[in-house]
């Protein structure tokens, strides 16, 4: 997809809808990897029907995911969705850090 691979593709049986996901850590939130790709995935349709796009980011990543979809033009569309993961799961919990 415009050389950018989803985390997650999904398709109803009738092939009326579809839905593109993707996780980001705290790291990789705002870079312009992701920029691209959010942008191109929020855009994408087929058969006329939009993609339903589901973003998971940490819980503090939330303003700078917000940033960038605002950034990318994305932020009001509503076939894009936002979810939001609690650090104390994707915390290291020896380190403290991301894993």
């Not at 691979?5 to 992701?34: F, I, M, N, Q």
């Not at 942008?39 to 940033?67: D, H, I, M, Q, W």
Request: charged share 25%.
């Amino acid at each position: 997809m415009g050389g950018y691979r989803p985390d997650v593709v999904g398709v109803t049986l009738d092939s009326a809808g579809w839905a593109l996901g993707e996780a980001k850590s705290y790291e990789d939130v705002d870079t312009t990897h992701t920029r691209r790709q959010l942008g191109l995935f929020g855009r994408l349709t087929s058969r006329g029907v939009p993609a339903a796009l589901y973003v998971a980011v940490p819980l503090t990543s939330r303003n700078a995911l917000e940033r960038v979809l605002i950034d990318v033009g994305l932020s009001r569309r509503p076939t894009v969705h936002r979810i939001l993961i609690p650090d104390c799961l994707v915390l290291d919990r020896e380190s403290h850090a991301y894993a």
